[in-house]
Structure formats: C-alpha cells, structure tokens
C-alpha cells in the first residue's frame, strides 16, 4: 500500500470533487446523504477527539499530523527524496498506530459491545435521574459526617447562578460521591474550612466564603456555619445542607430559613422536593 501525497491534484478535482458536483446536479436528493454523511464523519472525530484529548495518544496526533503535512508539502515541492522517505515511514506508520493505540482501540470495541455504548459517545444519563443518585449521595454523606459529629457546608445550586460564590473557593469540577464529601470535610485538612458548592451535578469548589446573615432574630446559638448557610439561602435560590460539629445534627436552609434537625430520609425528600421537582416538573411544561 503506497501513501502519495504528493498527487496530482488537478485530475484529483477533475475526477472526484467536480464529477461528484454533476451527479448533485442531476440527483439533489444525494444533497441530503451528503448533509448526513458529514454530519456523522464531524460527530465521529469530536468524538475521537474528546476522548484522545489530555492523554498520551494527543501528543502522537500531533505528531502523526505533522509527519502527513510534511508529506504533502514535500510532494507539492517536487522533493522526491523526502517525499519517498516520509511516504515510507507513513506506511509503516499505518502498522505503528494500530500497536500504538491498541489500549484505546480496544477499550473503545469493548465500549461499543457492552451498555457503555451511550457513554463512549458522552451521552449521559438522564439528568433527572442523575441528580436524584447526587442528592442520596449528598445524604449519605452528611448522614455519616452527623454520625461522627464533623461539621459541614454543602451548598446545592439551583437556578440563580453563585459564579461568585464558586470563585473563591478551590476549584474541583469532580463527581459528586459521599467519600470525597466527607473527606473534604475531615478535620485538620486543607478544604474542610469552608463550603462545598454543587452546581451542575458537580463539586465546583471547595472551601468557599459564603455571606454571614447577620438578622437580629436568628437564634444566638447558630454557629458561623448556620449563620453562612442561612445567608446564601437569602441571597440566592440555593438549598444548603449544614451539619453542626457541636450536636452532629443536620439542618437544611432554604429562602433564608433553617430547618433544623433533620433526618436522613426528611432530607432526601425536602431536596427532592425543592431541586428534582420544581425544577423538572417546570421544564416538563
């Protein structure tokens, strides 16, 4: 198998591009397959290339791009001593890739043959159903951190975005999931004075600074957590779930008011309520 970049592209255009031109003009319904044909091909290589991005394989693109341009810029330039070596190295190269890739390669066939398939393509679950999974792994979370009396800020996001919020806090942009809530939170490490933010079905940020509310009729004995919790409640839609490192009891403020010492099952309900149902049941209309 002979690689020659370096062809001739006028009978390329005569053969291909301007009879393929013709055939369109006396068919335009071919028009509509070759809308199709591209759309998947383009989808195809987002796709490709979301997936090879950050990882080793992207530095090899890169390079396997230059080797191609070098190529063709060497058969244009009529320099027939690079051109046969480079095209040589690229058959060869052919054969390098497969043994190259074959990690990726195989693990995107096993992907294509098993319920992954959907993710291969970064087709998420249904948000509905993924949010309800994050809100038991928030109770969960707070659920055992109560247990063993660590204190604890979670902020939820809704619709009013806390941008400001996030920034000043250390960014995470990870999966929600009860071990890494309540190791953020373990006493004596770097992120656990602060809050969490959540906002689109991820930990944005960690030790974050929210706004103290400072209303004279909030009870005395609301620690600094209660007081932050209540204070972005106000400020924003969010929904905050606070556990106090005194008494391990978990409350949850909303619209600027505190409701205290909540269980797990009564948490999972009030953040379903106020985060899966008003706002799914608003976009279903």
Same mark, same amino acid.
């Not at 198998?1 to 009879?19: C, D, R, S």
């Not at 796709?47 to 810029?73: N, P, Y």
């Given at each position: 198998?002979?690689?020659?970049?370096?062809?001739?592209?006028?009978?390329?255009?005569?053969?291909?591009?301007?009879?393929?031109?013709?055939?369109?003009?006396?068919?335009?319904?071919?028009?509509?397959?070759?809308?199709?044909?591209?759309?998947?091909?383009?989808?195809?290589?987002?796709?490709?290339?979301?997936?090879?991005?950050?990882?080793?394989?992207?530095?090899?693109?890169?390079?396997?791009?230059?080797?191609?341009?070098?190529?063709?810029?060497?058969?244009?330039?009529?320099?027939?001593?690079?051109?046969?070596?480079?095209?040589?190295?690229?058959?060869?190269?052919?054969?390098?890739?497969?043994?190259?890739?074959?990690?990726?390669?195989?693990?995107?066939?096993?992907?294509?043959?098993?319920?992954?398939?959907?993710?291969?393509?970064?087709? *998420?679950?249904?948000?509905?159903?993924?949010?309800?999974?994050?809100?038991?792994?928030?109770?969960?979370?707070?659920?055992?951190?109560?247990?063993?009396?660590?204190?604890?800020?979670?902020?939820?996001?809704?619709?009013?975005?806390?941008? *400001?919020?996030?920034?000043?806090?250390?960014?995470?942009?990870?999966?929600?999931?009860?071990?890494?809530?309540?190791?953020?939170?373990?006493?004596?490490?770097?992120?656990?004075?602060?809050?969490?933010?959540?906002?689109?079905?991820?930990?944005?940020?960690?030790?974050?600074?929210?706004?103290?509310?400072?209303?004279?009729?909030?009870?005395?004995?609301?620690?600094?957590?209660?007081?932050?919790?209540?204070?972005?409640?106000?400020?924003?839609?969010?929904?905050?779930?606070?556990?106090?490192?005194?008494?391990?009891?978990?409350?949850?403020?909303?619209?600027?008011?505190?409701?205290?010492?909540?269980?797990?099952?009564?948490?999972?309900?009030?953040?379903?309520?106020?985060?899966?149902?008003?706002?799914?049941?608003?976009?279903?209309?």
């Amino acid at each position: 198998m002979v690689i020659n970049l370096g062809m001739n592209w006028e009978n390329f255009y005569k053969e291909n591009i301007l009879a393929y031109i013709k055939s369109l003009q006396s068919n335009p319904l071919e028009l509509i397959t070759l809308i199709l044909d591209i759309s998947i091909v383009i989808f195809l290589l987002y796709c490709f290339f979301k997936i090879v991005k950050g990882s080793r394989a992207w530095q090899l693109i890169k390079g396997i791009a230059l080797l191609i341009i070098a190529t063709w810029v060497s058969g244009i330039l009529n320099l027939k001593i690079l051109n046969w070596i480079l095209t040589g190295i690229m058959n060869l190269g052919v054969i390098a890739i497969i043994v190259i890739f074959q990690p990726e390669l195989r693990r995107g066939l096993e992907q294509l043959g098993t319920n992954k398939f959907t993710k291969f393509f970064g087709i *998420d679950k249904d948000l509905e159903t993924k949010t309800k999974e994050d809100i038991y792994k928030i109770a969960i979370a707070t659920t055992e951190l109560s247990k063993i009396k660590v204190g604890a800020l979670i902020v939820i996001e809704r619709d009013i975005k806390i941008q *400001d919020i996030i920034s000043t806090g250390i960014p995470l942009n990870a999966e929600v999931s009860p071990q890494l809530l309540v190791n953020i939170f373990e006493p004596k490490t770097p992120l656990h004075d602060g809050a969490v933010v959540i906002s689109g079905n991820k930990i944005a940020a960690a030790a974050c600074v929210l706004p103290l509310a400072d209303d004279k009729d909030i009870a005395k004995e609301l620690g600094t957590r209660h007081r932050a919790a209540i204070g972005i409640s106000k400020e924003s839609d969010s929904i905050v779930v606070v556990v106090s490192e005194e008494t391990g009891k978990i409350s949850v403020a909303k619209d600027g008011t505190l409701i205290a010492d909540v269980r797990e099952d009564a948490l999972k309900k009030i953040l379903i309520t106020n985060v899966i149902t008003k706002r799914f049941a608003g976009e279903k209309k």
